[in-house]
């Protein structure tokens, strides 16, 4: 399992691996939305959470179809098929794996992005908490539509369709935490129901995701 | 006599062909019944005036959008458990109309929003929850559409019913919680006593059977379409095999 973390990750951080694509599109994303809706500060303050969630997501979103169509494509995925590691543990291990390098990165990039956006200084904690609390979720769920859609041609249109409903409640609740740091309120409770997404996501969805991979790579 | 030897393909024509005239022709009676009581001979309300009426329309278009789900998770589980061939292709049978349903639920919901709230639409719970359905119902067809082979079609489609009704049911507590509701609460419940007066409620019940019939209906035709699409295409293949 390690090894696999490890392949993946230096195919990743190697040149040609896509690392830093999602964090340029999150920063191109919240630099294009003050020109979108004009640059009055207080505006900016109060929707920075949810754009700094929704383009977190998007970023998430958009290095998917690598996750597992590379590896599809030159036959690794028919070893980790058929090799003594179980093939939910392995797709469990690829999760974490774009987790920590579309994930993490994101996460610690929001803080700067949202200096950029007048985020009011008592949200900047609870934005990193809510996004290292959500991101896992997005990453397991993400998995499981590259794992549904690995087989089709030119599937990366219909990941989105796939993907983004199953966002809709880890995108509810982090945003929610977010919003309610900013402005002050208590975040407990939107932050434990994410938490218990991202759990809940984590113990479940590679089960799901082996299931729909064995299915096509049969 | 079992339920399961309806799996088996000609035994479901032959009872859908027996069954449909009489699903069609009650469906008919239900809802001509059902809309036309309630549009000619219930009083207006005493709040709402006569657009009160697109309830009868409304109401069941919401039910049926909703269990045509129901029905399609529980076909996708015979699907995956017991390969039963035609538990697919109801599953795949049932989601346009519950598409369709789900459409008109929205329209006759903005329609009559219109009105009373003075807004086409809100970001109330129950109106976000039904665009989120309909947004799982897209992605559920363009996900059949998309695979080529058949079985693998049906299998993937069937696991994204399982996961994706998770998330729907999930997506609908987190708009409670997101979100205060501008919609009244539900017309029919088994737990309450009575939640509107029975002068309105039994033609809404016809028209609510009137529309579970012509689901019923249309799932029948519908998935005897797929299961002749089915044919011809094995056809085909046995065809080129030979040439």
Redesign the interface.
Known sequence: MIALLVRDLRLAFRAGGGFGLGLAFFLILVVLVPFSIGPQSALLASIAPGILWLGALLACLLSLDRLLALDFEDGTLDVLATAPLPLEAALAVKGLAHWITTGLPLVLAAPVLGVLLNLPAQGFGWLVVSLVLGTPALSMIGT?GAA??V??KR?GL?MS??V???Y??TL??GA?AARRGAVGMAVE??LL?LAG?SLGAIAL?PF?AA??LR??IR | MSLWEYANPVKFLALSARVQPFAWAAAAIGIFVGLAWGFFATPDDFRQGSTVKIIYIHVPAAWIAINAWIMMLVASLVWLVRRHHVSALAAKAAAPVGLVMTVIGLLTGAIWGQPMWGTWWAWDPRLTSFL?LF??Y??YI??WE??EDPD?AA??TS??C???SV??L??RY??L??SQGLHQGASLSLDKEENISNVFWLPLVVSIGGFTLLFLALVLYRTGTEIALRRTRALGVRLDRHT
Do not use: Q
């Open positions: 499981f549904l859609t087989g089709i599937g219909l369709l796939l983004l409903p199953l809709v409640p509810i609740f929610e409770t939107p129901l997404i969805l799901a299931a729909a299915m096509t | 989120i947004l799982f897209l992605g363009a996900l998309a695979v693998t299998d993937l696991v994204l399982l996961v994706g998330f729907a999930l997506s987190a708009v919680f997101w």
